[in-house]
């Protein structure tokens, strides 16, 4: 597979991921079906969209590409009448969205390299890419970001699979196995910190220092 | 009137009563004239800024015309002397939203064309250009988005309106006319649905099946 | 110094003073090191990348220059270790915003006559460039964005600087001068907003005319 090819795959795949989060995201707001698509594109075209915007190419990703947003009304159907067979749709909220973030990450490497972007440029743009969907879903409906959320790798995980992805691009590796590389760690951190409490330490505030 | 005049008239008119929302916003929030301005600003222009992006059209829409910053800060000066005068702002304000949505969804759908977008793109950027000013005032002002109010159409009124736009130039209608249904349209579902409670049917969740 | 460099010097100190702003309300939230990174960031770049956007400059400003991106993370790392020796983190977050908002209208001011914009797009630039990056930190963070707060001169600072700013040039006035003379200005309406409780009057409803 051409790396162009996996790149516009992991596209594909994060938008179609993403866009299932936006719709759980709606079941929750009890919308109703247009607003289910609304927040499905919101979620699942928002990271890629800020990443072409920022790298100055215009029209962006999916201007080009109509049937991304008919993958994404399709998914935002399906949740809307199948949600309900879900025990915890808050759990598989958070599971969906690790495997997400796993596929937008290297989307997001992959699209900077192609533009010619260096290696701080090439993490930063992994970050956003990864990131900014979620956070427009919850900021807009009104959830505590996932960013937010203590003692959870979240921005940092995007972040420790980018720089892997960046790392190894620069050590001379394929771009395409970087890419792998760098979706496995996202989604392994993430889903690390889920399952078994992996994390960094958080800021703790201290009381100032005595001064008697 | 040609359709370029049209669709800039559109866009004026779009930009004032999306301004006047954007101050009663601020006169809520109880703030000084420069955020009046500010508001008026960030919802007048917000929806048709983001469209100009997304489209890669920049410099955006109001840069070369500055006359459309003077007209907003107009807008939220009369907003700032005269609010006070109305026994309900909020229902002011919901009405005005409501008269801003239907202009702004042609607007958007009328540059998607005039940029060459195909329909499914063209509805997406009357949804945007119609919900997104809005939205940024709402989230903002930290008020409840109108995007999430549960059983009224709002984005849902802004995709009907659009989507009958698109069909009627698909299916070889006038572009003025088009738009003009369109407008038309958004704002009639939207209207119905305040004045009457039309709406679609919401999701809620329904328990699990029991597997005993 | 020339002015090209002057507006790099400008847009060099708000990225780093705001980037402080953010790692401090990073750890208000009690995030980890890449949290932090996270927040200085947003904070840091916002409003000039919206800036560099709205005027159709791609790749935006950032992109070129990746030793910003590590100087942010400086930032970030030094709060991180730091922030617990001061008494008031949120006094210590206001002085601090208040002098990035010092240097990045002027930031904005100077972008904006360079790229050839007129004076009512040159003060929306400086105004957006000030507020963007703040007002995205804390409606992310879920904080009361500094922009609402009541009695305070905020947006009005930053649009009173730039207006200041912008009527030196158009009177002949060098542009170094002038963006001097814009940031102090800045400056000076919001210190004194918090030291002294300048303000300008703020709408009050009053109950609507008797009918009787």
Chains 1, 2, 3 share one sequence.
């Not at 969209?49 to 201007?63: A, E, I, M």
Request: neutral net charge; hydrophobic residues 55%.
């Amino acid at each position: 597979m051409s790396l162009v090819s996996l790149i516009a795959l992991l596209d594909y795949a994060s938008v179609l991921v993403f866009a299932l989060t936006g719709a759980l995201v709606a079941s929750r707001a009890q919308l109703d079906i247009v607003g289910f698509i609304f927040f499905a594109a919101l979620t699942g075209i928002g990271g890629g969209t800020l990443r072409d915007l920022l790298l100055g190419q215009g029209p962006v990703f999916w201007v080009g590409r109509p049937e991304l947003l008919l993958l994404i009304a399709a998914a935002a159907v399906l949740v809307f009448f199948t949600a309900h067979l879900f025990e915890s749709r808050y759990n598989l909220l958070l599971w969906l969205d690790a495997l997400a973030l796993g596929v937008a990450v290297p989307a997001g490497v992959g699209v900077a390299i192609e533009a010619g972007a260096g290696p701080v440029v090439t993490v930063a743009m992994g970050v956003i890419t990864g990131t900014f969907g979620g956070m427009a879903r919850d900021t807009v409906a009104n959830e505590l970001p996932l960013v937010l959320k203590q003692g959870e790798l979240y921005v940092t995980a995007a972040f420790g699979g980018a720089l892997v992805g960046a790392a190894l691009i620069g050590m001379g590796s394929s771009q395409g196995w970087a890419l792998v590389a760098c979706g496995l760690t996202v989604f392994a951190l993430r889903a690390g910190s889920m399952a078994f409490g992996w994390n960094l330490p958080t800021y703790r505030p201290r009381p100032p220092r005595n001064k008697g």
